[in-house]
T-cell receptor, first 117, second 112 residues
């Protein structure tokens, strides 16, 4: 079975541009989360989606947005790119979000490495 | 804002040595995960601990969750070069579903 897939694997953009990153969850998984990992740091939570609805948002500016499609795949969009947006963007999928007190195992994709010049 | 402090940040040891990585917070977590990440790849889950005081063993790796569910440790016995990588702890806050707070990571190098 395929794991979490992300595209593209690498991307180079210039400041002010817009970028769209894509994620396909493990088959049967309905929840997708996005994380940003700056070089030398741990991942930081950006968004979580479940059943096409936003279930959580981290401390990121409105330039960051996301959505989840009926097939549970997801897109992360970043507008007006800044140099500081250069990072590895990770997508993680999990089976469900059953209840807010329940923690479901998340499986991470290989990430998209974004470089903003 | 929940924070996870991971220490040490860097660790370089010889093959066969033992090591411990610590993950500490002032917040309570419903569960805590340990991941290992290789360069150019996403984090791979090693273990999830959910009960205060829980100890889990995975071959030469021993994971412990603090009694108060605020801290955790990873102990590696007789480290091998294949253990080299970035080790990340991540906590799931109480009533926060699947949203994970990650520590800064411990970069381990095991020299032959």
């Amino acid at each position: 079975d395929a794991g979490v897939t992300q595209s593209p694997t690498h991307l180079i953009k210039t400041r002010g541009q817009h970028v769209t990153l894509r994620c396909s969850p493990i088959s049967g998984h309905k929840s997708v989360s996005w994380y940003q990992q700056v070089l030398g740091q741990g991942p930081q939570f950006i968004f979580q989606y479940y059943e096409k609805e936003e279930r959580g948002r981290g401390n990121f500016p409105d330039r960051f947005s996301a959505r989840q499609f009926p097939n549970y795949s997801s897109e992360l969009n970043v507008n007006a790119l800044l140099l500081g947006d250069s990072a590895l963007y990770l997508c993680a999928s999990s089976l469900v979000v059953v209840a807010r007190s329940y923690q479901e195992t998340q499986y991470f994709g290989p990430g998209t490495r974004l470089l903003v010049l | 804002t929940q924070l996870l402090e991971q220490s040490p940040q860097f660790l370089s040891i010889q093959e066969g040595e033992n090591l411990t990585v610590y993950c500490n917070s002032s917040s309570v977590f419903s569960s805590l995960q340990w991941y290992r990440q290789e360069p150019g790849e996403g984090p791979v889950l090693l273990v999830t601990v959910v009960t205060g005081g829980e100890v889990k063993k995975l071959k030469r790796l021993t994971f412990q969750f603090g009694d108060a569910r605020k801290d955790s440790s990873l102990h590696i016995t007789a480290a091998q070069p294949g253990d080299t990588g970035l080790y990340l702890c991540a906590g799931a806050a109480v009533n926060a579903g699947n949203m994970l707070t990650f520590g800064g990571g411990t970069r381990l190098m095991v020299k032959p």
